[in-house]
């Protein structure tokens, strides 16, 4: 059904070779896993399998990056809710974390040759996002050493808050130009003579006629989805279903 959207079946016509295809594909297997992550019970598996699928999709493209923070924020958002065992949503948190970490480490040494393996680089796989990956693995597992008691989402906002801050804060100190992007040491000629001119490195946000047009066709299926997974959502038989639909 996702082919059906013009800007995918455009990257995936027949004798097209195209990454975004397989990201697409690595897109749905990975929010099938948060699907099962956001039922009862939070298991595991879907966990582990869902850290590996993020990992695969920043190893195509760190343009990945942007449907791994909505899918990490629904678990995230599971793990604030308190409806659950907050210790079985912090050891689902912990093992996605752990899966993710070890899926970049092997991409990046089968990436890169040993001689590379500490180049910065923003635009693709390097040391810049095994780091990302390595922080947010050693806050999970502050996480998990930290005594927060079930119901208690302000102790668990403010432990979050606090360990993103501090992460945050090492990483840019790390790497200066973390927040510019992907293509922050692209060349400004480069940049001016192709980069500006590739489809989907336009803004988002139409400021012409054609834009517009373009706009609206990208948006596409997303018109008929919204109204239809909200009035799901609304009338799901509690929050935790809800919260699926949401997704």
Not at 31 to 44: D, E, F, I, N
Not at 103 to 130: C, M, N, Q
Request: with cysteine.
């Amino acid at each position: 059904v996702l082919l059906l959207a013009p800007p995918i079946l455009n990257y995936s016509a027949l004798g097209r070779a195209d990454h975004h295809t397989l990201i697409f594909l690595a897109i749905m297997l990975a929010l099938g896993a948060a699907l099962r992550c956001l039922r009862p019970g939070a298991r595991l598996a879907p966990a582990l399998a869902l850290g590996g699928l993020i990992g695969f999709g920043l190893w195509l493209s760190i343009e990945f990056a942007l449907p791994a923070a909505l899918l990490c924020g629904m678990l995230v958002l599971a793990w604030l809710d308190g409806d659950e065992d907050l210790r079985a949503r912090t050891r689902q948190l912990f093992a996605l974390g752990a899966a993710l970490l070890a899926t970049l480490t092997a991409a990046l040494a089968i990436e890169r040759a040993p001689g590379a393996w500490f180049a910065v680089e923003y635009d693709k796989l390097s040391i810049v996002h095994l780091t990302v990956a390595g922080v947010g693995f050693l806050a999970l597992s502050a996480l998990m050493a930290l005594p927060l008691k079930p119901r208690a989402p302000l102790r668990q906002l403010e432990a979050l808050g606090a360990l993103g801050l501090l992460g945050g804060a090492v990483l840019l100190w790390a790497f200066p130009l973390l927040l510019a992007g992907p293509m922050a040491e692209v060349d400004p000629l480069m940049r001016r003579l192709f980069v500006d001119r590739v489809v989907e490195m336009q803004p988002l946000w139409p400021n012409s006629l054609a834009r517009a047009e373009n706009f609206i066709r990208h948006l596409g299926l997303v018109l008929i989805a919204l109204p239809v997974t909200a009035g799901l959502a609304t009338r799901a038989k509690d929050r935790r279903e809800a919260r699926l639909w949401a997704l």
